[in-house]
């Protein structure tokens, strides 16, 4: 008895065989999910159920509370302003980050002496501790001890006492730098890896019609690249969001709250304040948020087929 | 016949015999030995501040314990930062790994209320320690051991700010002359703020950018301990005591956040992100003649234990020798943070426990626990002043122990309430919006609206007895 | 010149021109990337004054290695090893569970949207919301302070990013290629081993190398799930960030320590993702 074929609208299709495989499907994918299950289910129902509580760090009433910390979430400025940051940082560095990306793994897409050593260098970054990584940008930063400003002061032929860490108008350029700095390793690796799978037949095909760069790179290379590409935007936009340790070594979330974001926010209420169920109502308003955006994504794009 | 005849030979005979019993009694140290014997072979865990704080139980007390007791002591290497969490987390979770704690003094009244520390009267009953405890200076001993009139933990760090000066620009004959003729008063330490921006700002004309009139820590979490002190020493007070509305709005706190801006002026550029060792490096290289800070700055300013391989990323001192001790202007200097220790509630050998923090805290290993050159415990005993062991380790010792003196009498108590830190989060929140530039009027009225947002959340005579307690503590405000 | 190469603009077509600008490219933009490295690596080897020196000290006067004895003296430098431990296992048994998982959704449709949407939701949960319960499942468990504990944690984390990633290199192995081998009399596990691990090479290693990453940067978890035994190296670095300490020197020389290791590793197995970039028309 074999499959029957079915077919989607690019013409991809599921794959057909010998044997029947009902069974093959469900063991290969069975482990991951138990795995997944045993370690989330729990948190995800107690926070859930918590979040209907009233456990603070004080109280240890447990008694229902019904939607009062949800109807508290929509009042609090605080909660929506650090969702406003994050939503500005990640629109910035998620662009950025994918150009750059793209670019650097063209450029290392043919041979280059000395090619694995710039690629486990640009690597580098990623690996860093990013509480490690956050502390030295600050120390880099800094006005007295750091390179930054004096070679600003270089360019500029005089002291530039630019306080990165303070001034309001520099905070936001020094995080999204520093997040680009760390990240964008991440994405050329990843587009390196997926450009190296482009069909070679096909680009000769088409260098032989005599098409042009954009041409060949917009119906050949972007199809072939896009999945994976998609997945890596997705992955890291869903990163940016929980963006912490960057922020937290350099402002704190400061200056007041200009740079708080929501992981940050979250960490402040639920870690130290020991706001428990408050903290719990407001990760459940991030994931049903999160999970929106991600379906209209999926549907969009025909992610999942 | 009276039978008050008798009284005097009764007092005389009783007072004979309670001499001669305290002849006979063993410190404090040595019956917490003798008691913890019988828990050989136990291992006690407990939470010590992660870094140079836990070299202390690490390399020298407890092994020495072990050596003495036979009781094994396991540390937990926590950050500062996650220290509370973590005791928390263990509270609530019940998992009961810990059985003694250090625990900053401000936290103890939110610990407390949740249930997990141990009340600690009984055992010091029971062990005898009364009388030394009675001996730890009074500000520590007033303001950092109760809560409610129960004993939560005993005091172990004396630490406290103090102002460090060079003795040499202030006493070169030039500037003195200078500055008389300018100001027409003399160049001394500041005993005023309105003297320490006219020292300061004077200084730096003087002598930039060689050197500069001060620098403080101006990063918002130490930043925030130095507006509480200032603060309290021009007059203000936190909240109305009868209503618990915040008052650090009051002209008062304007001023003080305005000058406080302002004397970012004559300090080096970038002094808003000072923090504790990029302050400490400037002083350290002579780029300051003034700063404030914590006791560990007087010790490796004269080189003391600077040799020590764990202190070697401390910058050299280019200034031994030349550096005075004094109070910070006001006089009244903030008791920052400090560690008390405790017994965790849930432990599940509470008298082991109980008893290492006892002879920890005892009169003769906690004068030797203070001298360790790597240490970060700072003298907070009345004998720990007046040592001779201790005012022979630099020609300055001696000025200097008698400066932490006078601070452990006239000092100021951290603010502590129930939920301390939502307070103290906006105050910090409070100074980097100062450093980037808004109006300090605006500051603070939001800043206080935002306490009295926490203390309605709280409840407003929960707060305000809790509130009460901690002002009726000597420590809690100057007396003018 | 490869077939993407000659899809260039005019001038770029000359190989020794090219070839000098993309090296002068290479060279400046690693350069950038990796200066904020090399300034926190020279920490390790610089003097406390040279640390906090005015002005900043680019090369110190001589090397300063006594920071790296101390930490293996201390025994810090173990906590390294317990990052590499953890890290390294939860990322092979993640890479190959996870790859099948992603096989499974991409030729079969397991599951369908439903799946793959709640695959990668566990990736939106912000940690602090569910790190305190774990911790009380891990008490109930006995599994604090372990290190079974934290490689199970880090696999169940890793295996919606192994499994997302997989899926996408996955979709771009020609389907024909698996076909013939069921055709020529392999069993789909064969096809698996056989077929479709060895094309997906450089998507594996690149999913891996991230997949180790993550693990081997989190913070959040191994502080609340650990005391003594099982440091990590994230933990046991921010305790020489002190309130009243800061030993610059011994977070730069563990972060030598820790992400050396991790060079070397990318370094080799980076032959993977090479040799099938060079490897020309191998498909079809």
Excluded at chain 3, 5 to 24: F, I, K
Aim: proline letters at 5%; charged letters at 15%; one cysteine or more.
């Amino acid at each position: 008895m074999t499959d029957t074929a079915t077919f989607d609208g690019n013409g991809h299709r599921a794959l057909a065989g010998r044997q029947p495989d009902w069974s093959f499907r469900y063991w290969i994918i069975a482990p991951a999910i138990l795995l997944m299950l045993a370690i989330g289910l729990f948190p995800l129902i107690y926070a859930l159920i918590v979040s209907f509580q009233g456990l603070t760090m004080l109280d240890d009433d447990t008694s229902f509370q019904g939607f009062a910390n949800y109807a508290q979430l929509f009042k609090d400025l605080r909660l929506w302003q650090s969702l406003a940051h994050t939503l500005l940082i990640t629109v910035i560095a998620l662009p950025v980050e994918l150009v750059l990306g793209l670019a650097m793994a063209y450029l290392f897409l043919e041979r280059l002496p000395g090619r694995q050593l710039f690629v486990s260098l640009l690597v580098m970054p990623c690996v860093i501790s990013p509480i490690v990584a956050g502390a030295t940008w600050r120390l880099m930063f800094d006005n007295r001890y750091g390179p930054i400003n004096q070679i600003l002061g270089w360019f500029a032929g005089h002291p530039v006492p630019a306080l990165w860490t303070v001034n309001p108008k520099l905070v936001y350029p020094a995080i999204v730098f520093c997040e680009i700095w760390q990240w964008t390793p991440f994405m050329f690796l990843i587009l390196l890896a997926a450009l190296s799978n482009v069909d070679k037949s096909q680009l000769e095909a088409a260098e032989i019609d005599g098409a042009g760069f954009w041409r060949v790179f917009r119906r050949i290379v972007l199809p072939a690249i896009w999945p994976v590409m998609a997945v890596a935007l997705l992955i890291r936009g869903l990163d940016l969001v929980r963006i912490f340790d960057i922020i937290w070594a350099l402002t704190s979330g400061g200056p007041g709250t200009m740079t708080e974001t929501i992981s940050i926010y979250t960490y402040v209420q639920g870690f130290r304040q020991f706001e428990v169920s408050y903290t719990a109502a407001m990760a459940f308003l991030v994931i049903v948020i999160l999970t929106v955006i991600v379906i209209a994504v999926i549907r969009r794009t025909g992610l999942v087929k | 016949m009276h039978f008050s005849k008798f009284i005097p030979l009764a007092v005389a005979s009783a007072m004979a015999f309670g001499a001669a019993a305290s002849a006979w009694a063993e410190s404090a140290a040595e019956r917490a030995v003798n008691e913890a014997k019988k828990y050989a072979g136990t291992t006690i865990t407990i939470v010590w501040e992660a870094g140079l704080q836990s070299l202390d139980p690490l390399n020298f007390s407890g092994p020495k314990w072990k050596e003495l007791t036979g009781i094994d002591v396991k540390v937990v290497e926590v950050s500062t930062a996650e220290m509370f969490t973590k005791i928390m987390q263990d509270y609530r979770s019940g998992a009961s790994a810990y059985d003694a704690l250090n625990v900053i003094p401000a936290w103890m009244p939110d610990l407390a209320q949740a249930g997990a520390l141990e009340v600690l009267d009984p055992y010091v009953d029971k062990y005898g320690f009364r009388d030394e405890l009675q001996n730890i200076a009074p500000t520590y001993r007033d303001n950092q051991m109760m809560v409610d009139g129960k004993i939560y933990g005993f005091p172990d760090d004396g630490d406290v700010f103090l102002m460090y000066y060079r003795k040499d620009i202030f006493g070169d004959a030039n500037l003195q002359a200078e500055y008389k003729a300018q100001t027409g008063n003399d160049l001394k330490v500041p005993t005023t703020w309105a003297d320490f921006d006219s020292v300061g700002q004077f200084l730096t004309d003087k002598l930039a950018p060689n050197t500069y009139g001060a620098a403080f820590f101006r990063q918002p979490p130490y930043t925030m301990y130095m507006f509480q002190e200032r603060f309290r020493v021009e007059g203000g007070k936190f909240f109305d005591a009868d209503t618990m509305k915040a008052t650090i709005n009051s002209d008062i706190g304007v001023q003080v956040l305005t000058a406080m801006r302002d004397e970012n002026k004559f300090m080096p550029p970038g002094v808003e992100t000072f923090g504790f060792v990029e302050n400490l490096a400037a002083f350290l290289q002579g780029q300051t003649a003034m700063t404030i800070s914590w006791p560990p700055y007087g010790r490796w300013a004269a080189g003391y234990g600077t040799d020590e391989a764990v202190l070697s990323w401390v910058p050299k001192s280019t200034i031994a020798g030349k550096v005075g001790y004094a109070l910070p202007p006001g006089g009244h200097p903030e008791l920052a943070a400090g560690f008390a220790l405790s017994v965790s509630s849930t432990s599940k050998n509470k008298d082991a426990a109980y008893l290492f923090i006892q002879w920890l805290n005892s009169e003769d290993v906690s004068l030797q626990r203070v001298q360790l050159p790597y240490a970060l415990r700072d003298p907070f005993r009345n004998s720990h002043f007046t040592s001779p062991e201790y005012l022979a380790k630099w020609p300055d010792a001696g000025a200097y122990l008698a400066a932490l003196q006078e601070g452990s009498k006239t000092g100021l108590l951290d603010l502590s309430l129930l939920q301390t830190d939502k307070y103290e989060e906006v105050l910090r929140q409070a100074i980097s919006k100062l450093w980037a530039g808004d109006d300090p009027k605006a500051i603070l009225d939001t800043a206080a609206a935002e306490w009295d947002a926490i203390t309605a959340k709280i409840g407003v005579d929960k707060q305000k007895a809790v509130y009460g307690s901690w002002a009726a503590k000597s420590g809690a405000y100057p007396k003018m | 010149m490869t077939a993407l190469a000659r899809h260039q603009p005019p001038l770029l077509r000359r190989a020794g021109v090219r070839l000098g600008l993309r090296y002068a490219v290479a060279v400046a933009l690693t350069a950038i990337f990796v200066f904020p490295v090399y300034w926190l690596f020279i920490i390790s080897f610089k003097t406390p004054d040279e640390i906090f020196a005015f002005p900043p000290v680019w090369y110190p006067e001589s090397l300063q290695l006594a920071n790296y004895a101390v930490l293996f003296k201390d025994g810090d430098a173990v906590t390294v090893g317990n990052s590499l431990i953890l890290a390294g296992v939860s990322t092979v048994i993640a890479m190959v569970l996870g790859t099948m998982g992603a096989y499974s959704l991409v030729r079969f449709r397991t599951g369908g949207e439903h799946l793959a949407v709640w695959i990668i939701s566990q990736r939106m949960m912000p940690p602090i919301a569910i790190v305190f319960p774990i911790f009380l499942l891990y008490v109930f468990l006995g599994w604090v302070d372990t290190y079974q504990g934290l490689i199970i944690l880090y696999t169940a984390f890793s295996l919606p990013y192994v499994i997302w990633m997989m899926r996408g290199y996955i979709e771009d192995i020609p389907i024909e290629l698996e076909e013939s081998a069921l055709v020529d009399g392999c069993t789909r596990w064969q096809v698996l081993w056989k077929v479709v691990f060895p094309m997906a090479r450089s998507g594996l290693f690149a999913t891996a190398v991230f997949t180790f990453v993550f693990a081997w940067n989190d913070f959040l978890f191994a502080l609340v799930l650990t005391r003594t035994e099982v440091t990590t190296y994230t933990v046991q670095v921010t305790h020489y960030f002190g309130g009243q300490s800061n030993f610059w020197a011994k977070i730069a020389a563990m972060s030598v320590l820790g992400t050396v290791p991790v060079f070397f590793t990318v370094a080799t197995l980076q032959r993977y993702l090479v040799r099938s970039i060079s490897m020309g028309a191998v498909k079809g």
